[in-house]
């Protein structure tokens, strides 16, 4: 899989932009930042035991913070398409559905047909699946204390694709995955992993092609498209997600 692209910062093109002497390439540039996408790829409802957002208010909050798009990845779920179209919505912001799945392994953002997905499965055999189905698995929050990735799963090349930004994370635990992304050349994303309205966009992924289905999100990570983006005011702002942790009727623990 060839490089990441290095794409530099938002103030480094608005910079370069209006004091470049070409005019020609200072519109291009703005044209390139107008048309990338930020979406907030991992995002809870109440359709997760664990959270207390209801589907209305997640995607009134990402208008709200300025996304473009969120993605609805509920615990072992994609029970978000029976109350919502996937798509475009009214006030302007992309839903797209997927699903954090749960292994004894690591936890996983998945992104496909993947509505039947059957719970329960080990990580070789949902990676399979995924792969097998044209679809797409990020490792989430891989360097968690409580949840992490088992390294041999990225070793081996089974999961090319990375939550480097999680906003439930420590700022330890995502200053961590830069050793995998160096040593593996991984794709990176980020996502804020909201449970509640005022955690929606504070860590996201930017995305330099138009994203508006699923199909062009898969896309656009399988190429290499985006980066991952901390959108808080002032660093990397880890809310206190204790009050998060539940017991669900399982007897499985999230946050």
């Known amino acids: 899989m060839g490089e990441q692209a290095d794409f530099p910062s938002i103030e480094i093109i608005y910079g370069r932009a209006f004091g470049h002497p070409n005019k020609e390439f200072a519109i291009f540039l703005i044209i390139f930042m107008i048309a990338s996408m930020i979406f907030d790829m991992h995002v809870h409802t109440t359709f997760s035991p664990c959270s207390r957002m209801c589907v209305d208010e997640a995607v009134a909050a990402a208008g709200q913070s300025g996304l473009d798009g969120i993605c609805i990845t509920d615990h072992d779920t994609m029970s978000i398409r029976h109350v919502l179209t996937e798509g475009l919505q ?9 699903m954090e799945y749960t292994t004894s392994r690591g936890d996983f953002l998945v992104f496909g047909p993947f509505e039947a997905l059957e719970p329960g499965l080990s990580a070789d055999r949902l990676l399979r699946i995924v792969d097998q189905s044209s679809g797409i698995a990020i490792a989430a929050h891989p360097f968690r204390k409580d949840r992490p990735v088992d390294g041999r799963i990225i070793q081996d090349g089974c999961c090319r694709v990375i939550e480097s930004l999680n906003g ?3 700022a330890t635990e995502n200053a ?11 794709t990176e994303c980020g996502g804020s992993d909201a449970h509640t309205i005022e955690e ?8 330099f092609v138009p994203v508006r289905t699923r199909s062009d999100l898969v896309a ?10 901390d959108r808080t005011v002032e660093g990397l ?3 206190d997600s204790r009050h998060c942790f539940i017991q669900a ?7």
């Open 237 to 239: 702002l880890v809310p």
């Open 168 to 170: 439930r994370n420590t």
């Open 249 to 255: 009727e399982s007897g499985a623990s999230y946050r």
């Open 200 to 207: 929606v966009g504070n860590f996201a992924t930017r995305f």
């Open 220 to 229: 656009a990570l399988k190429n290499r498209l985006c980066r991952p983006e």
């Open 176 to 186: 961590a995955v830069q050793g995998w992304c160096d040593d593996y050349d991984l």
């Open 90 to 98: 009214e006030n302007g912001v992309v839903v797209i559905f997927g």
